[in-house]
């Protein structure tokens, strides 16, 4: 796969993660609480092409979502930035041909995205601190991105290498020796 | 190889029909309704089958000779049945359009001494944690930040920001939302501000010490903080919880508006 066809992928993928996420799961909730399809995609982005391309997606998807729906612009933004910028840390320190390591990665990228972009409404907006419903929603919301994980692993690994064959290339294997 | 794909697809099959049950359960009222729903669709066959037999048994000298006479009648009854259905489809279409109408003309009726610009709701926040929503109406239409926003059974929330076309509102419900209000019986005021815990739900905070405030009140806006008017519907108090500090004490309302149905509101142009 090329680089242009690569990105013209993950455009296309962004657009019909933001349809499901204002469509589907605003509806195909788990008692109330939707997944953060985001975060996942973020992720992906980040563990399979580079640092870079993980933030700049993180960033603009980000900044994107701010625009079209977010109260204060910034927060989202930076919050993917983050999980693009960790995704390659995850990369060099964790292998992604098991299952349970991405959802491992998963779980992390969500408590620490829902984490920040909470404490920053509550510095931003002065939101009231209700510690234990914050827990509980994102406890679901972890659940249900590791069920989503599980589901879409195949593809994630699928497509994932094709991507990291064409950012990597030959660098691939250079951390196992 | 074969077998560990195969595992895989079973794998991923179950998680989607595990996920399906953990959705329709974890949001349903009602499950104990829904078992006696599935069991009873499993016994009444068999239930609907062994009383046939017996009335069948009992009935049978009269059995043969009634049987054409009930085939006529079944024809005349399922010709009378396809009319009815017929009729009762227009009587449906009618009274949906009917309440469509009468929707429109209730907001505007209700809200008769403010100018109004009607809208749409074209999008809702994919957060868990936050509650805005997007309307189909901009600065085209004469809408500007901090202009109130209502529906026909009380407060929505005030527009955050504006683009031509569209406009961002803040709901009551959100977290970083906080409205002075008053009790319509006693003239108290609260604010209430929203709350994870409930979708739509208020949590009114600083009440006075007196027990002036009772389960069911009328919530309205007091027209202090220079965004609401005065006199707008919230909502009822639904409880009171009283906390050791007299102090800490709040109470939960019960929002007028039901958000999640939410799709017309008007945002009220001479605040």
Known sequence: MKKLTINIFLIITAFIIYFLQAN?????????????LFVIFILFIGLFSNRITGVVYGVVIGAILDLAIGAQIGINAVGLGIIGFLAATFDKNFSKDSRATIMFMVLGATLIFETFVYI????????????????????IEIIYNLIIVIIVYPLMQKFGYSIENEYKGNKILTRYF | MYKKKKAEIAGIVITIVILIFIVIFSNSDSEISFFENAASKLVMPVQNGLTYLKNKISGN??????????????????????????????LENIKSENETLKEYLDLTEKYGEYKTVPAYIINKDMSNYSKTIVINVGSDDGIKENMTVIADQGLVGHVVSVTNNTAKIRTIIDTSSSVSCSLSTTDESIVCK???????????????????????????????????????????????????????????????VDFEKLDTVLVITNN
Not at chain 2, 63 to 89: A, H, P, Y
Not at chain 2, 217 to 228: A, F, H, K, N, Q
């Open chain 1, 120 to 139: 920053l409404n509550y510095i931003v907006f002065s939101t009231n601190v209700e510690i234990m419903n914050f827990i509980k929603i994102l406890a």
């Open chain 2, 194 to 256: 929203g709350t994870l815990e409930e979708e739509s739900a208020l949590k009114a905070m600083y009440i006075p010490d007196d027990d002036g405030i009772i389960q069911g009140d009328s919530v309205e806006t007091s027209g202090l903080g220079g965004i609401y008017p005065k006199g707008i519907h919230v909502g009822n108090i639904k409880k009171v919880v009283n906390t050791k500090n007299a102090t800490d004490r709040y109470a939960i309302v019960e929002t007028a």
């Open chain 1, 24 to 36: 589907f799961f605003n509806w195909f909730t788990i008692s109330g609480v939707m997944p953060n």
């Open chain 2, 61 to 90: 000298s009269t059995f043969f000779t009634d049987i054409n006479n009930l085939k006529e009648e079944n024809e005349e009854l399922e010709q009378k049945n396809s009319e009815l259905e017929q009729s009762l489809r227009e």
